[in-house]
């Protein structure tokens, strides 16, 4: 058996990134924001969006979640259910690099 | 009734049909053109700036091989200046040196690579090439360090199947984001050598059952896409995702078509780019038309409830195995001819009893079959 890489997971330390094979592009065809990876189209909803937009590869998750929070006024436990989840499948589709 | 037609999201470039392969399932017709029928760079460049114009996001740079078009590089970076993601589908046998950095460099934002074979005996016999596998390993190396991000893609059928676990470790050990499982579709060369490709039951059952342990380990660290064999289906793929529905591929000499084998309806002419426009043939083309949507569905696709999820499964499948094109994909289990896959397979297995069957492939190449004058 080789070495393998491993399964990342999310923690408030983690310091997402989009990888190099996707891509956020407005359409102007269809006046929405799209992701494109290699064999997929996705078409994210506004807070998908807002979440991928941060994956700058600087923000941590901690921050990622305070900064969500504060933008729409919500509390930052809520707000880290749905962020942590949503990027821990995003990572495991290797669609977001942890 | 009918939906508003949307746009294209994706489209196959199929750049050319010269191929220094001979896999004997290739997706191209068996009537394959010369070099003197492909399109030129400036038609190329402009079918590509009306396809981003008609919202295509994806294009996916075929063949044949497409690295043997010379212009390749002024291709890619006219579809990267568009905003378009690019795919380089690739068997990697035979790239000049630097081309690769030079794809890199105009913009490519992926490759797919193919392996006949998880051994090197085996890819170099099924795409009737000495030295490919070597070849192809290097192609990957050079492909991960030029930064790209890479596919392999390993097409299945009963000469490899025993391979699959292998295959999976190969894809690992390249660093590959993702791996194609994807099992032989019989249309093209792969219908004319179905008889020796048509895997047995119990390895497609021992397939299905490593695929799906894989994708539990690999989760987050390699992505597996399985394209079961679908003569052992009970539901047919939604071929294209429907026909013309959101993506189409254009052939080497700029005929735009909704699938690879849509020339084998007999009933359907095809436009070419040049004389029409892509929206034209997007919007207007009655070949497009003529199966996209549920209107054309006859019974038991009409009224069953899976109708857009199948999309009545593979209008070129119905017409090879049904002999009617509208006819519900006879992969489905609720096609009158069901049956008739089963003893397809069965026929399959008995013609793979005969000694010596395996040397039998008809390999593809140009002039196999004669061009019609």
């Given at each position: 058996?080789?070495?393998?890489?491993?399964?990342?997971?999310?923690?408030?330390?983690?310091?997402?990134?989009?990888?190099?094979?996707?891509?956020?592009?407005?359409?102007?065809?269809?006046?929405?924001?799209?992701?494109?990876?290699?064999?997929?189209?996705?078409?994210?909803?506004?807070?998908?969006?807002?979440?991928?937009?941060?994956?700058?590869?600087?923000?941590?998750?901690?921050?990622?979640?305070?900064?969500?929070?504060?933008?729409?006024?919500?509390?930052?436990?809520?707000?880290?259910?749905?962020?942590?989840?949503?990027?821990?499948?995003?990572?495991?589709?290797?669609?977001?690099?942890? | 009734?009918?939906?508003?037609?949307?746009?294209?999201?994706?489209?196959?470039?199929?750049?050319?049909?010269?191929?220094?392969?001979?896999?004997?399932?290739c997706s191209n017709p068996?009537?394959?053109?010369?070099?003197?029928?492909?399109?030129?760079?400036?038609?190329?460049?402009?079918?590509?700036?009306?396809?981003?114009?008609?919202?295509?996001?994806?294009?996916?740079?075929?063949?044949?091989?497409p690295t043997l078009r010379?212009?390749?590089?002024?291709?890619?970076?006219?579809?990267?200046?568009?905003?378009?993601?690019?795919?380089?589908?690739?068997?990697?046998?035979?790239?000049?040196?630097?081309?690769?950095?030079?794809?890199?460099?105009?913009?490519?934002?992926?490759?797919?690579?193919?392996?006949?074979?998880?051994?090197?005996?085996?890819?170099?016999?099924?795409?009737?090439?000495?030295?490919?596998?070597?070849?192809?390993?290097?192609?990957?190396?050079?492909?991960?360090?030029?930064?790209?991000?890479?596919?392999?893609?390993?097409?299945?059928?009963?000469?490899?199947?025993?391979?699959?676990?292998?295959?999976?470790?190969?894809?690992?050990?390249?660093?590959?984001?993702?791996?194609?499982?994807?099992?032989?579709?019989?249309?093209?060369?792969?219908?004319?050598?179905?008889?020796?490709?048509?895997?047995?039951?119990?390895?497609?059952?021992?397939?299905?059952?490593?695929?799906?342990?894989?994708?539990?380990?690999?989760?987050?660290?390699?992505?597996?896409?399985?394209?079961?064999?679908?003569?052992?289906?009970?539901?047919?793929?939604?071929?294209?995702?429907?026909?013309?529905?959101?993506?189409?591929?254009?052939?080497?000499?700029?005929?735009?078509?909704?699938?690879?084998?849509?020339?084998?309806?007999?009933?359907?002419?095809?436009?070419?780019?040049?004389?029409?426009?892509?929206?034209?043939?997007?919007?207007?083309?009655?070949?497009?038309?003529?199966?996209?949507?549920?209107?054309?569905?006859?019974?038991?696709?009409?009224?069953?409830?899976?109708?857009?999820?199948d999309w009545g499964g593979?209008?070129?499948?119905?017409?090879?195995?049904?002999?009617?094109?509208?006819?519900?994909?006879?992969?489905?289990?609720?096609?009158?001819?069901?049956?008739?896959?089963?003893?397809?397979?069965?026929?399959?297995?008995?013609?793979?009893?005969?000694?010596?069957?395996?040397?039998?492939?008809?390999?593809?190449?140009?002039?196999?079959?004669?061009?019609?004058?």
């Amino acid at each position: 058996m080789m070495a393998l890489r491993e399964r990342a997971l999310v923690s408030p330390q983690s310091v997402p990134s989009l990888p190099k094979h996707v891509r956020i592009q407005y359409d102007p065809v269809r006046q929405a924001f799209a992701v494109l990876s290699p064999e997929k189209v996705f078409w994210p909803n506004d807070i998908s969006l807002e979440i991928l937009r941060r994956c700058d590869g600087r923000s941590t998750v901690g921050h990622i979640i305070a900064d969500l929070a504060a933008d729409y006024d919500a509390e930052p436990e809520a707000v880290a259910t749905d962020v942590v989840a949503f990027l821990q499948e995003w990572s495991d589709k290797l669609l977001v690099k942890l | 009734m009918s939906e508003p037609l949307l746009p294209p999201i994706g489209m196959l470039a199929e750049l050319t049909h010269r191929c220094p392969l001979q896999c004997p399932y290739c997706s191209n017709p068996l009537e394959l053109l010369k070099a003197n029928r492909e399109l030129d760079t400036q038609t190329w460049l402009d079918l590509f700036s009306q396809a981003a114009d008609l919202g295509i996001l994806q294009v996916h740079l075929s063949g044949g091989e497409p690295t043997l078009r010379r212009d390749l590089e002024q291709l890619i970076a006219g579809l990267s200046a568009r905003g378009v993601y690019t795919n380089l589908i690739t068997a990697g046998v035979g790239i000049a040196e630097g081309r690769i950095e030079a794809f890199a460099e105009a913009g490519l934002d992926h490759l797919q690579l193919s392996f006949q074979g998880a051994r090197p005996a085996t890819t170099d016999r099924i795409g009737n090439h000495k030295g490919g596998h070597e070849k192809k390993l290097e192609t990957a190396r050079r492909a991960r360090a030029a930064g790209l991000p890479l596919t392999i893609n390993a097409p299945i059928h009963r000469h490899n199947i025993e391979e699959v676990p292998e295959f999976i470790d190969l894809a690992l050990s390249l660093g590959a984001e993702r791996l194609e499982i994807a099992n032989v579709q019989y249309a093209g060369w792969a219908l004319t050598n179905r008889d020796q490709l048509m895997p047995e039951r119990a390895a497609v059952d021992r397939q299905a059952e490593i695929v799906a342990a894989a994708r539990e380990r690999l989760t987050g660290i390699m992505n597996i896409d399985f394209v079961p064999p679908d003569y052992f289906a009970i539901y047919p793929k939604p071929c294209m995702g429907g026909w013309a529905r959101d993506a189409f591929m254009v052939t080497p000499d700029g005929t735009v078509l909704p699938c690879h084998a849509a020339q084998t309806i007999p009933s359907l002419s095809f436009e070419r780019f040049g004389p029409h426009s892509l929206a034209e043939i997007w919007t207007d083309s009655p070949a497009f038309n003529a199966f996209r949507g549920t209107d054309w569905m006859q019974q038991p696709c009409r009224s069953c409830e899976r109708r857009e999820i199948d999309w009545g499964g593979c209008r070129c499948q119905a017409m090879a195995i049904a002999g009617d094109a509208a006819a519900t994909d006879p992969a489905c289990a609720k096609s009158p001819i069901h049956a008739r896959m089963a003893m397809l397979i069965d026929e399959a297995q008995r013609a793979a009893a005969v000694p010596s069957h395996d040397e039998q492939f008809v390999y593809r190449r140009i002039g196999v079959v004669t061009e019609p004058a």
